[in-house]
């Protein structure tokens, strides 16, 4: 399951550094660049879940571990 999240990490990472490149700097919200900006952000809400997955598990283990 580990190495699933952090597949899913990389994933989520590869897919925000191509949509930011579609992002237009003069026009942000405008055609491809409002899909781009939605895409960058819901890749950053992906990293940021599966980081809370994986320190959740770790504290899971670590209280377990101490029963």
Same mark, same amino acid.
């Given at each position: 399951?580990?190495?699933? &999240?952090?597949? &899913?990490?990389?994933?989520?990472?590869?897919?925000g550094i191509f949509n930011a490149s579609k992002i237009n &700097?003069?026009?942000?919200?405008?055609?491809e660049s409002t899909v781009g900006l939605i895409t960058v952000l819901a890749s950053l809400c992906a990293i940021i879940l599966m980081l809370i997955l994986l320190v959740s598990r770790r504290i899971a283990q670590k209280a377990k571990g101490h029963k």
């Amino acid at each position: 399951m580990k190495y699933f &999240i952090y597949f &899913i990490i990389v994933a989520a990472a590869g897919l925000g550094i191509f949509n930011a490149s579609k992002i237009n &700097i003069n026009a942000p919200f405008e055609g491809e660049s409002t899909v781009g900006l939605i895409t960058v952000l819901a890749s950053l809400c992906a990293i940021i879940l599966m980081l809370i997955l994986l320190v959740s598990r770790r504290i899971a283990q670590k209280a377990k571990g101490h029963k």
